[in-house]
């Protein structure tokens, strides 16, 4: 079947033998932790997908890289969004690197020795600003100690990495935000049971106390966001980046049902436009903006941030309306006799979860069209 071909492609071109690898698993199995996807988005070299070639990585694409990202989410939701956090924290760091710093030695490490990066920004708190973390950070000499706690933060248990949110307090007085690196085997760094659901569990989205941990100051990187919550040019590019393949990822979670849908045993709809349209609609809006990520004559501002913004929360109406409506098409036999699809549709819904969640921006996004800069609420 034509359907999801193009992204298993990008999959299979750039991660070989991931696909058929996932596929070999029962969906539950995948999906329930420890997870024996990691261990193979590891052996297909999926850790350096966005780290540049001239690194040793794939290097790939904004757009390639969502393809990837959906054609994992068909197979494994909880792979999807576990490595989104990776990728995402990849392309921040390939982002800030600049020759010869030490943001390319840990890049060249990742590709080389296959390297997860886990991403804690969420303190387990609603109503808490992304871009306002509780973790302290303060210098002492040479070296930034760290004391806090992360959750949920996926990837917690099978990180080599940790890249960590935290209110720097500087010189000048001015709380800035920061993103640390820390090695998970540092001294300080515990794991704890954090996740309850059994969706998504795969993604190992625990949380990760920090008490007096140390880092060297060159493993802190300083953002220019301070309280007004507005994302200087790196946090804007991170945003850029999570949201596409954050999206992607659970367009493609949809696509797993939409892809039982037109090859239900018995007979598929005789109009595929139903379980189609909207999903493929959403992911040609996601390689859009990927496709102008590309295009150098396109700023990364607040204007393609919003339209990713956009995008995304197009996407979560369009998997509710598909979820529901696939669901239907496979019928009640279906629904009792396998967990898979109510799996898969509760899944897809988790994305309305990440942030910036859609009514935290209603506020922000009329600033923005008013004509004041991006907030993130
Ligand atoms: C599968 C999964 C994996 C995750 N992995 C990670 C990870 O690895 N690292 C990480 O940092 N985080 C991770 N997260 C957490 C995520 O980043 C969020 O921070 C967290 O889920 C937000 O929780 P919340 O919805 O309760 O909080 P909030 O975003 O605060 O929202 C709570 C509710 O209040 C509403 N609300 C909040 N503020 C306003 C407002 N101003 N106006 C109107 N309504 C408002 C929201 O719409 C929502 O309904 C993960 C989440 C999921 C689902």
Same mark, same amino acid.
């Given at each position: 079947m034509q359907f999801l071909q193009r992204e298993r492609a990008a999959l299979e071109t750039h991660l070989p033998g991931l696909d058929a690898a996932l596929a070999a698993h029962p969906l539950e199995r995948l999906e329930s932790t420890p997870s024996p996807a990691i261990g193979a988005f590891r052996a297909a070299g999926g850790p350096g997908l966005l780290v540049p070639r001239a690194l040793g990585g794939k290097g790939v694409s904004a757009l390639e890289a969502v393809r990837v990202q959906r054609a994992v989410g068909a197979r494994c939701p909880s792979l999807a969004v576990a490595t989104t956090m990776h990728h995402f924290s990849v392309a921040g760091l390939v982002r800030s690197a600049s020759p010869g710093a030490p943001e390319e030695q840990v890049l060249a490490s990742i590709a080389a020795d296959g390297l997860l990066l886990a991403s804690a920004f969420a303190e387990g708190r609603a109503g808490q600003n992304i871009l306002k973390p509780h973790i302290t950070a303060r210098r %002492? !000499? #040479? %070296?930034?100690?760290?004391? !806090?706690?992360? +959750?949920?933060? *996926?990837?917690? %248990? *099978? +990180?080599?990495?940790?890249?960590? *949110?935290?209110?720097?307090?500087? #010189?000048d007085g001015v709380e800035r935000l920061a993103v640390a690196l820390v090695p998970a085997a540092t001294p300080g760094i515990e794991v704890r049971p954090f996740w309850r659901n059994t969706v998504l569990a795969g993604a190992e989205s625990e949380e990760v106390v920090l008490t007096e941990v140390e880092v060297d100051q060159e493993m802190v990187l300083v953002t220019e966001v301070t309280a007004d919550?507005? =994302?200087? /040019?790196?946090?804007?590019? !991170?945003?850029?980046?999570?949201e596409l393949l954050l999206t992607a990822g659970?367009?493609?979670?949809?696509?797993?049902?939409? #892809? %039982?849908?037109? @090859?239900? =045993?018995? !007979? =598929?709809?005789? /109009? =595929? @436009?139903?379980?189609?349209?909207?999903?493929?609609?959403? +992911?040609?809006?996601?390689e859009s903006v990927a496709r102008a990520m590309a295009d150098r004559l396109q700023p990364w501002d607040d204007g393609l941030l919003v339209a990713a913004l956009m995008a995304r929360y197009a996407a979560e109406d369009a998997i509710a309306r598909t979820s529901r409506s696939c669901l239907a098409a496979l019928g009640g036999m279906a629904f009792v006799g396998s967990t898979e699809g109510s799996y898969l549709a509760s899944a897809a819904g988790a994305l309305g979860f990440h942030p910036p969640a859609r009514a935290r921006m209603a506020g922000p996004l009329r600033e923005y069209l008013d004509g004041r800069p991006l907030r993130i609420g």
């Open positions: %002492r !000499g #040479e %070296r930034v100690v760290l004391n !806090g706690s992360k +959750m949920p933060c *996926s990837l917690s %248990r *099978s +990180m080599d990495l940790l890249t960590a *949110s935290v209110l720097l307090a500087d #010189e919550a507005v =994302p200087d /040019d790196l946090n804007t590019a !991170g945003f850029l980046w999570f659970y367009l493609g979670v949809a696509s797993a049902l939409v #892809e %039982r849908a037109l @090859t239900k =045993p018995g !007979g =598929p709809p005789q /109009d =595929p @436009t139903g379980p189609l349209a909207e999903v493929e609609a959403a +992911m040609l809006a996601v």
